[in-house]
């Protein structure tokens, strides 16, 4: 049985290949961009001033921009890339091609950026033209040609020699292309590509774009950003034979030790697929089957995938005629598997079977350069990057979808994605805007279905153009089995309804953490919180500006409520059984000034090492999460507290009010009564637990603006703040309020409150002390 060779050695094999691969990859496309030929008047174009410059804007080259082989799963040596200039014009929606086109465009970066040269808002009123000239190269004569697009944003039509190419693609999300091979003429050849984009006037998947307020820096707009309209990711030619492969989807089975792996093919008729895994140029296991359906290749002894080892197999695809390979393409993918589980009594999400906490961030991709593209590569990697080096193993794509190299990054670097389906405009949508969502999501599923970061869809954010939750969730899920689904997120925001289903229920909470409670079927979740804000003089989209949910007076402020948060996750929502969180955000965006690093990726805001140490202090503690604590109801108990400080202090009542105090064999009978308490099943949930007094039969401890009584009742409100939930504590047991969930039974100077870490009040507090406050040992009662 072969076994790959150790994770180091193996990853030094397989960036080296990685990097050699893509070296002829980029090499061969500077090769063949002498085949094509730009605009005549490309000299004359210049960029405009970007509001802000990133670390890349002076590295974007003006002929040939994001030179990288765009589908790094679906590989092939041949292609010819057509960034660059491009002839422009803009005409009223309805009109047809124009005469002359008056601009120049650099592709790929959308019309209202800097980095395009045109840098002006385009309206649901404008129609976009782009034109260019190529030559097909020598060598690929016999073989079909296919132009691609990564994508284009929204409605795209292309002539090739003017005669239009197969029919008019909608999204602006998903990558699509076309066989042109008929409608080449043997030398220079013409493509003209036509865009539409209506952005939130139309039906269409917008995310977070709006074109009401211009493309410069101004006040307002609030949490929606600036348009990107037209061609947006990579456009480029490939040769492909006659019948050739067009997909290849690989779903990993670490349980049974194999990939499974589907691979499609345009243009075959009883042809059969060879897949081969190999790492380190040995191969693991092969496998043969039928064009378009299941193959399983064995993969024993699989090295997993995880954000710590973030180890991947080379693939290979070959369509055979008989013995004789007709087409070839490299991928790769990496061994893991995502579920919910039960883990001590609570739902869990699980990698690789075990439970880890997710913590992340909110990412929104966009750029003061270049808006939805990002300038370079390495930039497109770069905040990927941050997130590893603040601790983070989470990152939510938030509604929108990024290239595809941007999840060969997450797969390489080791970061767990959530991907969000783009959001239609917040109105409810009608039927055909419902059919093209639909379709556009099944496509973008599709096309990311091997990436082994990816372990979630998102389907709808906060209710924006919700509908159908609970159908959507179950077509998703079937569609995408190897995957977890979150039907809402936010459900508990903005009126968005839940569909109660899906694998997670997911909360937003400002500034938060707020607390989400698992159900019997899904794991809680925390889709956003946080949106601390700082802006930085120098570094803001529109000075004076910016805005966030909670301004912090310095960065030394900033790093102590961060920080505070994630400690609170750690001692408080995760034991309590919240599975995952999402933090507002990673970098600011345009007037959001809530980012770790500022819009222009010049400044780190935060003081990284610190926020890493808590961030890995959050998933380590997670590894060994213990079961909730079980009371014994209906017997005396006497509660004491753990502090180091005052061991010898019980919680007892006096004049109705809770607090602590020193109790031993000879306190009077009054105070060790006073100290006793009947645990008895909780009055609002049988599942947790409520405290009787021992001398005042039908009064219970109950909070009330946060102080904590003993007091008689019977409403639903009374019922409610008389109820604890047991959580883990070390020495003891942590009550939790169970109408705030992030509050907990803590003592300060010898009174009784429910307190948050980190909380604005007095008694909240963050001091090193607060875990101990509020953990209580259960002792034999005081009273006989």
């Known amino acids: 049985m072969h076994r790959p060779p150790p994770a180091a050695a193996a990853a030094a094999a397989l960036r080296s290949r990685t990097a050699a691969l893509l070296a002829v990859l980029v090499t061969a496309a500077a090769l063949l961009l002498a085949a094509g030929q730009a605009p005549a008047r490309a000299a004359a174009w210049t960029p405009k001033s970007p509001p802000m410059t990133t670390p890349w804007t002076g590295q974007v080259s003006v002929d040939h921009p994001l030179p990288e082989y765009p589908r790094p799963q679906l590989t092939r040596p041949d292609w010819l890339n057509l960034n660059g200039i491009w002839d422009f014009?803009?005409?009223?929606?309805?009109?047809?091609?124009?005469?002359?086109?008056g601009e120049q465009i650099r592709v790929p970066f959308v019309a209202e950026s800097a980095l395009s040269g045109i840098q002006r808002q385009i309206t649901q009123n404008d129609r976009l033209w782009?034109?260019?000239?190529f030559t097909v190269p020598a060598g690929w004569s016999g073989r079909r040609v296919l132009l691609n697009f990564g994508a284009s944003d929204w409605q795209t039509t292309v002539r090739v020699n003017g005669t239009q190419v197969g029919a008019v693609h909608s999204g602006g999300y998903d990558a699509f292309g076309y066989d042109i091979?008929?409608?080449?003429?043997?030398?220079?050849?013409?493509?003209?590509?036509?865009?539409?984009?209506?952005?939130?006037?139309?039906?269409?998947?917008?995310?977070?774009q709006r074109n009401t307020n211009g493309v410069l820096p101004h006040s307002g707009g609030g949490i929606f950003y600036t348009a990107a309209s037209g061609i947006w990711q990579t456009v480029w030619l490939e040769p492909v034979a006659a019948a050739h492969l067009s997909r290849l989807d690989l779903v990993p089975d670490p349980a049974a030790g194999t990939v499974r792996a589907t691979a499609l093919a345009d243009g075959a008729t009883g042809q059969s697929v060879r897949v081969t895994v190999s790492t380190g140029g040995t191969v693991v296991g092969t496998a043969t089957g039928q064009a378009g359906a299941p193959i399983t290749v064995p993969v024993p002894g699989a090295h997993l995938w995880t954000p710590e080892d973030p180890f991947l197999y080379d693939v290979r695809a070959d369509l055979l005629s008989g013995t004789t390979t007709v087409d070839s393409v490299g991928s790769y993918t990496g061994i893991r598997s995502i579920a919910v589980a039960t883990v001590n009594g609570v739902q869990r999400p699980v990698l690789n079977g075990k439970f880890v906490f997710q913590t992340g961030t909110l990412d929104q991709g966009y750029w003061p350069d270049g808006i939805y593209t990002a300038p370079t590569d390495d930039a497109l990697k770069s905040d990927l990057q941050a997130h590893k080096d603040l601790g983070f193993n989470l990152v939510r794509k938030h509604i929108?979808?990024?290239?595809?190299?941007?999840?060969?990054?997450a797969d390489r670097l080791g970061l767990l994605v959530w991907q969000d389906m783009p959001a239609m405009d917040t109105r409810t949508p009608d039927a055909a805007a419902r059919t093209q969502w639909e379709a556009e999501y099944h496509r973008i599923i599709d096309q990311h279905r091997s990436s082994p970061a990816l372990i979630q869809w998102v389907d709808e954010n906060e209710g924006w153009g919700q509908y159908d939750q609970a159908r959507i969730a179950a077509d998703v899920?079937?569609?995408?089995?190897?995957?977890?689904?979150?039907?809402?997120?936010?459900?508990?925001?903005?009126?968005?309804?839940?569909?109660?289903?899906g694998d997670v229920v997911d909360n937003h909470v400002y500034v938060g953490p707020g607390a989400t409670t698992p159900t019997a079927t899904r794991a809680a979740v925390l889709g956003e919180y946080g949106g601390l804000g700082l802006r930085v003089a120098g570094h803001e989209w529109y000075p004076g500006g910016g805005f966030s949910y909670e301004d912090q007076p310095s960065a030394a402020a900033l790093n102590d409520r961060l920080v505070n948060l994630l400690d609170s996750l750690r001692t408080g929502q995760m034991p309590a059984g919240l599975s995952a969180s999402v933090y507002t955000e990673i970098t600011d965006v345009e007037n959001e000034a809530n980012g770790l690093l500022s819009y222009d990726r010049q400044v780190v805001k935060v003081d990284a090492a610190r926020v890493r140490a808590a961030n890995l202090a959050l998933i380590a503690a997670s590894r060994t999460t213990p079961a909730n604590p079980t009371?014994?109801?209906?017997?005396?108990?006497?509660?004491?507290?753990?502090?180091?400080?005052?061991?010898?202090?019980?919680?007892?009542?006096?004049?109705?009010l809770a607090n602590t105090e020193h109790v031993d064999a000879a306190s009077s009978a009054l105070l060790k009564a006073d100290a006793t308490w009947k645990v008895v099943t909780g009055l609002a949930d049988p599942a947790c637990y409520s405290f009787e007094s021992r001398n005042y039969p039908g009064q219970y401890l109950?909070?009330?603006?946060?102080?904590?009584?003993?007091?008689?009742?019977?409403?639903?409100?009374?019922?409610?703040?008389?109820?604890?939930?047991?959580?883990?504590?070390?020495g003891g047991v942590r009550l939790t309020a169970y109408n705030y969930p992030d509050r907990y039974l803590r003592h300060f100077d010898s009174q009784v409150w429910i307190a948050t870490y980190g909380g604005g009040n007095p008694w909240d507090g963050?001091?090193?002390?607060?875990?101990?406050?509020?953990?209580?040992?259960v002792d034999a009662p005081w009273a006989p």
């Open 89 to 101: 014009a803009v005409t009223p929606a309805g009109a047809g091609q124009p005469a002359t086109f």
């Open 130 to 133: 782009y034109k260019r000239t």
């Open 181 to 208: 091979t008929p409608y080449l003429n043997g030398g220079t050849n013409t493509v003209v590509v036509s865009v539409w984009d209506p952005t939130q006037t139309g039906g269409g998947a917008v995310g977070k």
């Open 400 to 409: 929108k979808v990024e290239p595809q190299r941007w999840f060969y990054w």
């Open 477 to 501: 899920k079937a569609y995408d089995p190897s995957r977890l689904v979150d039907n809402m997120s936010g459900v508990n925001c903005c009126g968005a309804v839940d569909g109660g289903n």
């Open 631 to 656: 009371l014994p109801t209906g017997q005396d108990k006497s509660l004491r507290a753990t502090t180091a400080c005052c061991t010898d202090r019980y919680l007892r009542h006096y004049d109705g």
């Open 702 to 730: 109950r909070h009330r603006d946060s102080r904590v009584y003993r007091e008689a009742g019977s409403d639903a409100l009374f019922r409610a703040d008389a109820t604890f939930c047991a959580r883990p504590g070390t």
């Open 766 to 777: 963050n001091t090193p002390s607060f875990v101990a406050d509020t953990t209580w040992s």
